[in-house]
C-alpha cells in the first residue's frame, strides 16, 4: 500500500474492520520517506504490521526498478532502525509453517522448532532458528500465496522489466467481481500461455501472472462488494488478517496484512 497515500486509504481499511490509527500513520509517512530517500527507491509501501509478544513489527516494501523480482522488504520495531530482511531459505520457510508459538519482537531471538512429522531418533527433528529467519520466511510465504494486485497494476515491458502502471485507472464494476481480475505478484507458477489462453481479452503485458481464480481449493478467497458496488475486498482464508481493496473505476487500491503471522492449514477441510 502506497505509504504516501494512507491518509486517503485510511477510510476505506476502517470499513474492513481495520484500523489505522492517526499517529501511526504520521510515523510510518516520516520513517517511510526517509528510508525511501537512503535507498534511492522509485516506490515505498507499507506492507503490514505482525503480532508479537513484547513489541510488534511494521514491514516495509522498497522497489527500485524491477516491481517483482527488485523488492526489498524491510522490519521495523521502533521506526527508527529499519533493517533489511534477509533472503529466506526453503527450509526455514517450511519451518516457520509448522511453528506454534508467538512471534516474541527479538529478531535476534533464537528459538527451537520440532518437526513432528520426522521419526523421534531423527537428530534433525529439532531445529534452530532465527526469529529474524522466521518472519523473513513467514513474509516470503504471504507474498508468494496472497500479496495480490488488481489486472493492471504491474505492467511487463517489452524489455522484460515489470513496472507500477502509472495510467491504471481502475477495473470497471463486472470485472471487479471476477477472481480472474486479480493477479498474484510473484514469478508465475503456471507456463506463460496458461494464463492468457484462460481469457479472450488477454493481453501479455498485463496477463504474465497467476490469476488467483486458479488457487486450489476453490473458495480459498472471500470476494465482498460493498458501497453499492464501488468499492471491492479481498481476503485469503489461508491468511487471516490479509486484506486487499479497490475502488472501482479508480486507481485507488491496496495490499495490507496484519496479523499474528499463522497460515490456517485447515482451509482445505473447511471448504
Not at 16 to 26: A, F, K
Not at 150 to 176: C, D, H, M, W
Not at 184 to 199: A, G
Not at 235 to 241: A, N, R
Request: with cysteine; charged share 20%.
Amino acid at each position: 500500500m502506497n505509504v504516501h497515500k494512507l491518509w486517503e486509504y485510511k477510510e476505506y481499511i476502517n470499513v474492513n474492520g481495520v484500523m489505522l490509527t492517526s499517529e501511526l500513520i504520521s510515523i510510518l509517512q516520516n520513517s517511510l520517506t526517509l528510508l525511501q530517500v537512503e535507498n534511492h527507491f522509485t516506490h515505498i509501501q507499507y506492507w503490514g504490521q505482525i503480532y508479537a509478544v513484547d513489541v510488534d513489527y511494521h514491514i516495509a516494501v522498497g522497489i527500485t526498478t524491477d516491481a517483482l523480482s527488485d523488492r526489498k522488504y524491510f522490519y521495523t520495531t521502533d521506526f527508527k532502525f529499519w533493517g533489511m530482511l534477509p533472503k529466506p531459505k526453503k527450509k526455514y520457510k517450511q519451518l516457520s509453517l509448522i511453528t506454534s508459538f508467538p512471534f516474541r519482537g527479538d529478531p535476534a531471538l533464537k528459538i527451537k522448532v520440532l518437526d513432528e512429522s520426522m521419526d523421534e531418533a531423527n537428530l534433525d527433528r529439532c531445529k534452530i532458528m532465527k526469529e529474524e529467519s522466521r518472519l523473513s520466511a513467514t513474509i516470503s510465504n504471504i507474498c508468494e500465496e496472497s500479496e495480490i494486485c488488481a489486472r493492471g497494476q504491474l505492467l511487463k515491458q517489452p524489455s522484460g522489466t515489470i513496472v507500477i502502471n502509472p495510467n491504471f485507472y481502475g477495473l470497471t464494476g463486472p470485472e471487479a467481481k471476477q477472481l480472474k481480475s486479480f493477479l498474484h505478484i510473484r514469478v508465475p507458477h503456471h507456463r506463460w500461455n496458461t494464463n492468457l489462453l484462460t481469457r479472450a481479452d488477454y493481453n501479455y503485458s498485463m496477463d504474465f501472472l497467476d490469476s488467483i481464480d486458479q488457487d486450489i481449493p476453490g473458495g480459498c478467497w472471500n470476494l465482498s462488494v460493498e458501497q453499492g458496488g464501488g468499492l471491492v475486498y479481498l481476503k485469503s482464508l489461508y491468511w487471516p488478517g490479509m486484506m486487499y481493496f479497490h475502488k472501482v473505476r479508480t486507481p485507488e487500491a491496496g495490499f495490507l496484512y496484519i496479523g499474528n503471522g499463522r497460515k490456517n492449514l485447515d482451509v482445505p477441510f473447511l471448504l
